[in-house]
């Protein structure tokens, strides 16, 4: 199996931008595609992006397309999320996930390991 811990969380003016990075170790990081998802207070965990084993894939939700790239550097055992034109609406707890298999999915229940979230806060 996976373990993941993210990094990179903050506070940020709404404009701004922010980098969280999600370090895996245990398993080969490459047998796996990732994904980032968020959860703001009160609301359910939602799809952000993911990204294929090998990362000429990538699929992100509508509410992010344009604003945040998805990339992977399996050498280092590491997923980033660039964060761009970041509003009030992105606060929450984003959480990295990984899944067996090769295909991409936008499910919360399709990935099979988590990580512990980090806070992202976006003040207008």
């Known amino acids: 199996q996976v373990q993941l811990v993210e990094s990179g969380g903050g506070l940020v003016q709404a404009g701004g931008s922010l980098r969280l990075s999600c370090a895996a170790s245990?398993?080969?990081?490459?047998?796996?595609?990732v994904a980032w998802f968020r959860q703001a207070p009160g609301k359910e965990r939602d799809f952000v992006a993911c990204?294929?084993?090998?990362?000429?894939?990538?699929y992100y939700a509508d509410s992010v397309k344009g604003r945040f790239t998805i990339s992977r550097d399996n050498a280092k055992n590491t997923l980033y999320v660039q964060m761009s034109s970041l509003k009030p609406e992105d606060t929450a707890v984003y959480y990295c996930?990984?899944?067996?298999?090769?295909?991409?999915?936008?499910?919360?229940?399709?990935?099979?390991?988590w990580g512990q979230g980090t806070q992202v806060t976006v003040s207008s």
């Open positions: 996930a990984a899944k067996d298999g090769e295909y991409l999915s936008k499910l919360v229940g399709a990935y099979n390991y």
């Open positions: 245990g398993r080969t990081f490459s047998d796996y595609v």
């Open positions: 990204i294929s084993r090998g990362g000429s894939y990538t």
